[in-house]
C-alpha cells in the first residue's frame, strides 16, 4: 500500500467508504449534505497534490450520503495549474490502493448545445481528449496501453440514469472535449468542438477517466454546465460565472447522486 493510502487508510478507521468522488468547483454543497464527516487536507496525505485555484478547498472528507459511506475528494488540481497530466496520479492510485473501486468524477463545463443550458446537469458518455496530453505517458508497464472504449461504466450510466429519473431532475447525456485551460476557448474552438461531436467542453476529468481506467477503477462522470460556449451569446466568459453557476447545478447533481446512493447504485 503506498504512503497516502496507509495514512488515509488509518484516519478512516473503520469506514468502508462505496465510492469515491471528486468534485469540481462549486460542487461544495455535495459535502455539506454529508453526515458524520471526518476531513482531512490534502496537504497532510503524503504525495498528495495542493490547488491554488479559488473555489478549491483541497481536503478529503468522508462521510455518509444516501445513507452509504462515501470519500469525497475535494480540490482537484488541474494540468493547467501543474503543469503536468499526471498531476491527480497519487490520488487515484490512493483510492485504489484503498481497495475503493468506483469513481464518480464531476466538473463545470461549457455547453456547445442551445438546448442544454447553465444550471443543466450531463452525464459524460464519452470524451475526447483534445488537448492530445495523456497522463500516462513515460508509464513504463504494459498496463500503460489502457481501452478506453467502455471508459465511462455502462451499469453506473444506467443507474446514474434511473437516481435522475426517480427524483425527477433532467439528465442530460454527451461528449465532453477537454481543452488544457487556462483559457477558455475560443469561437471558433466551439464551433470545431461542435463539429467534432463535443456537447460539452472544459478542463479536467479526461487524465482522470484514463488513470482511472489504468488502475482499474469503475468510472460515472458528470458535468454541471455553467455557461454557453464562447461566442454563443454575446458574453465574454470568466471564472466568477463558472463559480457563480456551478451551485446551480450542483444542487441538481448533489440530488441525484444522493437517490444514487440511497438506492444502492453505488451497491453491488
Ligand atoms: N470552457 C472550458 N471549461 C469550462 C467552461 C468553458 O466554457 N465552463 C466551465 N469550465
Same mark, same amino acid.
Given at each position: 500500500?503506498?504512503?497516502?493510502?496507509?495514512?488515509?487508510?488509518?484516519?478512516?478507521?473503520?469506514?468502508?467508504?462505496?465510492?469515491?468522488?471528486?468534485?469540481?468547483?462549486?460542487?461544495? *454543497?455535495?459535502? &455539506?449534505? +454529508?453526515?458524520?464527516?471526518?476531513?482531512?487536507?490534502?496537504? !497532510?496525505?503524503?504525495?498528495?497534490?495542493?490547488?491554488? =485555484?479559488?473555489?478549491?478547498?483541497?481536503?478529503?472528507?468522508?462521510?455518509? *450520503?444516501?445513507?452509504?459511506?462515501?470519500?469525497? *475528494?475535494?480540490?482537484?488540481?488541474?494540468?493547467?495549474?501543474?503543469?503536468?497530466?499526471?498531476?491527480?496520479?497519487? =490520488?487515484?492510485? @490512493?483510492?485504489?490502493?484503498?481497495?475503493?473501486?468506483?469513481?464518480?468524477?464531476? %466538473?463545470?463545463?461549457? #455547453?456547445?448545445?442551445?438546448? +442544454?443550458?447553465?444550471?443543466?446537469?450531463?452525464?459524460? $458518455?464519452?470524451?475526447?481528449?483534445? #488537448?492530445?496530453? %495523456?497522463?500516462?505517458?513515460?508509464?513504463?508497464?504494459?498496463?500503460?496501453?489502457?481501452?478506453?472504449?467502455?471508459?465511462?461504466?455502462?451499469?453506473? /450510466?444506467?443507474?446514474?440514469? $434511473?437516481?435522475? &429519473?426517480?427524483?425527477? &431532475?433532467?439528465?442530460?447525456?454527451?461528449?465532453? +472535449?477537454?481543452?488544457?485551460?487556462?483559457?477558455?476557448?475560443?469561437?471558433? !474552438?466551439?464551433? +470545431?468542438? /461542435?463539429?467534432?461531436?463535443?456537447? @460539452?467542453?472544459?478542463?479536467?476529468?479526461?487524465?482522470?477517466?484514463?488513470?482511472?481506467?489504468?488502475?482499474?477503477?469503475?468510472?460515472?462522470?458528470? #458535468?454541471?454546465?455553467? %455557461?454557453?460556449?464562447?461566442?454563443?451569446?454575446?458574453?465574454?466568459?470568466?471564472?466568477? $460565472?463558472?463559480?457563480?453557476?456551478?451551485?446551480?447545478?450542483?444542487?441538481?447533481?448533489?440530488?441525484?447522486?444522493?437517490?444514487?446512493? &440511497?438506492?444502492?447504485?453505488?451497491?453491488?
Amino acid at each position: 500500500m503506498n504512503a497516502a493510502a496507509n495514512y488515509l487508510r488509518y484516519r478512516l478507521g473503520e469506514r468502508r467508504p462505496v465510492a469515491a468522488m471528486v468534485l469540481g468547483s462549486g460542487l461544495g *454543497l455535495l459535502v &455539506e449534505a +454529508m453526515e458524520d464527516t471526518l476531513r482531512v487536507p490534502f496537504a !497532510e496525505i503524503p504525495g498528495f497534490p495542493v490547488s491554488a =485555484v479559488t473555489g478549491h478547498a483541497g481536503e478529503v472528507v468522508a462521510g455518509r *450520503l444516501g445513507g452509504r459511506d462515501i470519500l469525497v *475528494l475535494s480540490g482537484r488540481v488541474h494540468y493547467y495549474e501543474a503543469g503536468d497530466a499526471a498531476v491527480m496520479r497519487p =490520488v487515484i492510485a @490512493a483510492i485504489a490502493d484503498l481497495g475503493i473501486d468506483r469513481l464518480l468524477l464531476t %466538473n463545470s463545463a461549457g #455547453s456547445v448545445r442551445q438546448d +442544454m443550458p447553465p444550471g443543466s446537469v450531463m452525464m459524460i $458518455e464519452d470524451h475526447i481528449a483534445f #488537448s492530445g496530453l %495523456n497522463p500516462l505517458i513515460g508509464e513504463a508497464s504494459e498496463g500503460r496501453f489502457v481501452g478506453m472504449t467502455t471508459a465511462y461504466d455502462a451499469a453506473l /450510466r444506467t443507474r446514474l440514469a $434511473e437516481a435522475a &429519473e426517480t427524483v425527477g &431532475e433532467t439528465l442530460f447525456g454527451g461528449v465532453y +472535449m477537454w481543452f488544457s485551460g487556462p483559457s477558455f476557448e475560443t469561437p471558433a !474552438e466551439i464551433r +470545431m468542438a /461542435r463539429t467534432l461531436g463535443a456537447d @460539452a467542453v472544459g478542463m479536467s476529468t479526461v487524465p482522470e477517466t484514463i488513470l482511472a481506467r489504468f488502475f482499474g477503477l469503475r468510472v460515472v462522470a458528470a #458535468s454541471v454546465i455553467t %455557461n454557453y460556449g464562447a461566442g454563443m451569446t454575446g458574453a465574454e466568459l470568466s471564472h466568477g $460565472e463558472t463559480k457563480d453557476m456551478a451551485p446551480r447545478g450542483g444542487a441538481r447533481l448533489a440530488h441525484i447522486l444522493g437517490a444514487m446512493l &440511497e438506492h444502492g447504485g453505488f451497491d453491488d
